[in-house]
C-alpha cells in the first residue's frame, strides 16, 4: 500500500477573513507544489480548512503550511498528529521566520522555499533521519513543475498562478524580500501558460507581489503573458498585484486588459508623503502623490479597476490623518477598497525596531498569532493609544463599506472604465473586503485577553 502525505492548510480561528466568502477564498498553491514534487509511490491528500473544518485522517507524514494568522492552528493540528506518533513537517513564511518557535510544535522546520528541499525531506523520512532544519535555497523557477491544481476542491472560483519570485524593493512592513530575496526570478512563459490552459477555472488570481515587476526583462515576461493569452485565447478573467509604474505603460495596460485583466491591486498604502517615508515607499515616493489620479485614470483607460491598498497606524498617523485617509479612499477613483491595520509581521524590518523599542504589544504566544491578520492592533502607535487606533479602524471600516459607498464606487467605476463587467469584479471585490472587515470589531491585543 501506498504511504499517505496528508497536506493541511489551516485557517485562523478567531477570524475566517476571506475564507467567510466563496469568491474570495484562495487556494494554498505552496501545498499544490510540494503535492507535485512528491514521488509518485506516495498517496497526497488535501485536508483544507478554507473549505471544511478539520477531521482527523490517519496519515505516514503530515506537512503543514501556515502564515503568522494562522500558525497557532497549525500548531494545534501539529499537536492531534505528534500525539498519535505521526511526523510532522511545518513550512511556510511564518515557520521560516521564526525557525526556532516553529521547531518546537513539529518534527522538521522547512526554512524558505520548500521546492528546493521537499524531495530530500521525503527521502530522510523514508531512510528513517528526519532532520529538525531543513533550510530551502531559493528555488530554481525554470526547474519546477507546475503544482497539482487537481488536489485543490473544486469549490475554488479562482485558480492562483505564480509568475515570478522576489522583489528588488524594501518596504519596511513587507516579508517577500525576506523570504523570497531581492532577485526577480521569472517562470518560462510557455510554462505558464501551459498551466493556465490546463485549468478549467475562468478566474485567475496571479499571486506574484508585482506582475509587472520593476525592470525591462520582467516587464517584457509580462507582456509575453500577456501576448501568449491573447494568442492561445485562453478567455480567462484576472486580477493581480502591481505597483504604480504600470500606469505609465500604455501598451502594457493595453494588452492586460486584451488578455482579461479585470484588476489590479496597487499598494497606495497612504495619500501622503510623510507617511510614505515611514514605510520606504519608494516608488510611490518618485511618481509624486499628486501623481495617482492620472495613474488611477490611465488604468481605468484601459477597462482596468483600481483595487487601493491603505496602511492605517502609520508612525506619523495621528487620528486626524487616518480620517482624513479614510475620506481620500472615499473621494478618490479608486474602485475597491484595502484598509489594513499596520501589522509588524516577524521577520520585517518593521518588527525589528517595533521589538527593540519595546513596541510589540505584549501576547500570549503562539495563541496571539491569530490576531496577526491586518485589522487587529498588535503594537503601540507612535502617536495615539492602540485602543485609539482599533477605534478609528472600526470607525474607518464603518464609513467606507457602507452600502451608500459602495453603490457609489460601483457607478464611477462603471464610468470611469465604460466596462460593466470590471464594475461587477469591483463591486464583489468590495463586498469581499467588506466581510473581512465586518466580521467582527478590531481590537488592540493585551496579554490578559
Ligand atoms: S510591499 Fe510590494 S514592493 Fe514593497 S517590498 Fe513587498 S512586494 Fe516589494
Given at each position: 500500500?501506498?504511504?499517505?502525505?496528508?497536506?493541511?492548510?489551516?485557517?485562523?480561528?478567531?477570524?475566517?477573513?476571506?475564507?467567510?466568502?466563496?469568491?474570495?477564498?484562495?487556494?494554498?498553491?505552496?501545498?499544490?507544489?510540494?503535492?507535485?514534487?512528491?514521488?509518485?509511490?506516495?498517496?497526497?491528500?488535501?485536508?483544507?480548512?478554507?473549505?471544511?473544518?478539520?477531521?482527523?485522517?490517519?496519515?505516514?507524514?503530515?506537512?503543514?503550511?501556515?502564515?503568522?494568522?494562522?500558525?497557532?492552528?497549525?500548531?494545534?493540528?501539529?499537536?492531534?498528529?505528534?500525539?498519535?506518533?505521526?511526523?510532522?513537517?511545518?513550512?511556510?513564511?511564518?515557520?521560516s521566520?521564526?525557525p526556532?518557535?516553529?521547531?518546537?510544535?513539529?518534527?522538521?522546520v522547512v526554512v524558505g522555499?520548500?521546492?528546493?528541499?521537499?524531495?530530500?525531506?521525503?527521502?530522510?523520512?523514508?531512510?528513517?533521519?528526519?532532520?529538525?532544519i531543513?533550510k530551502a535555497?531559493?528555488?530554481?523557477?525554470?526547474?519546477?513543475?507546475?503544482?497539482?491544481?487537481?488536489?485543490?476542491?473544486?469549490?475554488?472560483?479562482?485558480?492562483?498562478?505564480?509568475?515570478?519570485?522576489?522583489?528588488?524593493?524594501?518596504?519596511?512592513?513587507?516579508?517577500?524580500?525576506?523570504?523570497?530575496?531581492?532577485?526577480?526570478?521569472?517562470?518560462?512563459?510557455?510554462?505558464?501558460?501551459?498551466?493556465?490552459?490546463?485549468?478549467?477555472?475562468?478566474?485567475?488570481?496571479?499571486?506574484?507581489?508585482?506582475?509587472?515587476?520593476?525592470?525591462?526583462?520582467?516587464?517584457?515576461?509580462?507582456?509575453?503573458?500577456?501576448?501568449?493569452?491573447?494568442?492561445?485565447?485562453?478567455?480567462?478573467?484576472?486580477?493581480?498585484?502591481?505597483?504604480?509604474?504600470?500606469?505609465?505603460?500604455?501598451?502594457?495596460?493595453?494588452?492586460?486588459?486584451?488578455?482579461?485583466?479585470?484588476?489590479?491591486?496597487?499598494?497606495?498604502?497612504?495619500?501622503?508623503?510623510?507617511?510614505?517615508?515611514?514605510?520606504?515607499?519608494?516608488?510611490?515616493?518618485?511618481?509624486?502623490?499628486?501623481?495617482?489620479?492620472?495613474?488611477?485614470?490611465?488604468?481605468?483607460?484601459?477597462?482596468?479597476?483600481?483595487?487601493?491598498?491603505?496602511?492605517?497606524?502609520?508612525?506619523?498617523?495621528?487620528?486626524?490623518?487616518?480620517?482624513?485617509?479614510?475620506?481620500?479612499?472615499?473621494?478618490?477613483?479608486?474602485?475597491?477598497?484595502?484598509?489594513?491595520?499596520?501589522?509588524?509581521?516577524?521577520?520585517?524590518?518593521?518588527?525589528?525596531?517595533?521589538?527593540?523599542?519595546?513596541?510589540?504589544?505584549?501576547?500570549?504566544?503562539?495563541?496571539?498569532?491569530?490576531?496577526?491578520?491586518?485589522?487587529?492592533?498588535?503594537?503601540?502607535?507612535?502617536?495615539?493609544?492602540?485602543?485609539?487606533?482599533?477605534?478609528?479602524?472600526?470607525?474607518?471600516?464603518?464609513?467606507?463599506?457602507?452600502?451608500?459607498?459602495?453603490?457609489?464606487?460601483?457607478?464611477?467605476?462603471?464610468?470611469?472604465?465604460?466596462?460593466?463587467?470590471?464594475?461587477?469584479?469591483?463591486?464583489?471585490?468590495?463586498?469581499?473586503?467588506?466581510?473581512?472587515?465586518?466580521?467582527?470589531?478590531?481590537?488592540?491585543?493585551?496579554?490578559?485577553?
Amino acid at each position: 500500500m501506498k504511504p499517505t502525505l496528508l497536506l493541511i492548510n489551516p485557517s485562523n480561528q478567531y477570524r475566517r477573513g476571506f475564507t467567510l466568502r466563496q469568491e474570495s477564498r484562495q487556494v494554498p498553491l505552496g501545498l499544490g507544489m510540494v503535492a507535485a514534487l512528491t514521488p509518485s509511490h506516495w498517496k497526497v491528500i488535501l485536508l483544507d480548512e478554507n473549505i471544511k473544518p478539520f477531521r482527523y485522517r490517519p496519515a505516514d507524514l503530515v506537512a503543514i503550511t501556515a502564515f503568522t494568522s494562522t500558525v497557532a492552528r497549525a500548531y494545534e493540528i501539529a499537536a492531534i498528529y505528534r500525539s498519535q506518533g505521526i511526523p510532522v513537517v511545518i513550512g511556510g513564511i511564518h515557520a521560516s521566520m521564526l525557525p526556532e518557535e516553529a521547531k518546537q510544535f513539529a518534527d522538521a522546520v522547512v526554512v524558505g522555499e520548500a521546492e528546493s528541499i521537499w524531495p530530500a525531506v521525503i527521502r530522510d523520512f523514508e531512510a528513517g533521519r528526519l532532520q529538525k532544519i531543513y533550510k530551502a535555497p531559493p528555488a530554481d523557477l525554470s526547474q519546477m513543475p507546475a503544482p497539482k491544481h487537481e488536489i485543490f476542491h473544486p469549490s475554488y472560483l479562482f485558480a492562483s498562478i505564480q509568475t515570478s519570485r522576489g522583489c528588488p524593493m524594501d518596504c519596511d512592513f513587507c516579508s517577500v524580500p525576506v523570504f523570497n530575496g531581492h532577485q526577480y526570478r521569472l517562470r518560462p512563459v510557455e510554462a505558464i501558460l501551459e498551466e493556465m490552459a490546463s485549468l478549467r477555472n475562468r478566474l485567475i488570481y496571479f499571486v506574484d507581489d508585482n506582475i509587472v515587476g520593476y525592470n525591462d526583462k520582467a516587464r517584457e515576461h509580462a507582456l509575453e503573458i500577456f501576448e501568449g493569452m491573447i494568442r492561445r485565447n485562453l478567455r480567462k478573467e484576472w486580477f493581480a498585484q502591481a505597483s504604480m509604474n504600470i500606469a505609465q505603460d500604455k501598451e502594457l495596460l493595453k494588452m492586460a486588459s486584451r488578455s482579461g485583466c479585470k484588476m489590479l491591486l496597487l499598494g497606495v498604502e497612504a495619500e501622503s508623503e510623510s507617511q510614505l517615508h515611514d514605510t520606504n515607499k519608494r516608488l510611490n515616493l518618485k511618481l509624486g502623490i499628486n501623481n495617482y489620479a492620472h495613474a488611477f485614470k490611465a488604468i481605468h483607460k484601459a477597462g482596468i479597476a483600481v483595487l487601493g491598498a491603505f496602511i492605517y497606524g502609520m508612525d506619523s498617523d495621528t487620528p486626524a490623518t487616518l480620517r482624513k485617509r479614510t475620506q481620500y479612499i472615499l473621494r478618490s477613483s479608486v474602485d475597491v477598497i484595502q484598509a489594513s491595520v499596520m501589522t509588524p509581521l516577524p521577520g520585517t524590518r518593521l518588527y525589528e525596531r517595533m521589538a527593540k523599542d519595546n513596541r510589540i504589544l505584549p501576547a500570549r504566544l503562539p495563541e496571539h498569532w491569530q490576531h496577526y491578520h491586518f485589522s487587529d492592533v498588535v503594537f503601540r502607535p507612535a502617536q495615539m493609544e492602540a485602543e485609539t487606533l482599533a477605534s478609528e479602524i472600526n470607525r474607518a471600516y464603518a464609513t467606507l463599506f457602507q452600502g451608500g459607498a459602495l453603490r457609489l464606487k460601483f457607478l464611477r467605476t462603471l464610468w470611469n472604465t465604460r466596462s460593466l463587467r470590471t464594475a461587477v469584479w469591483a463591486w464583489n471585490s468590495n463586498f469581499n473586503y467588506r466581510s473581512v472587515a465586518l466580521e467582527r470589531p478590531s481590537i488592540a491585543i493585551n496579554s490578559h485577553q
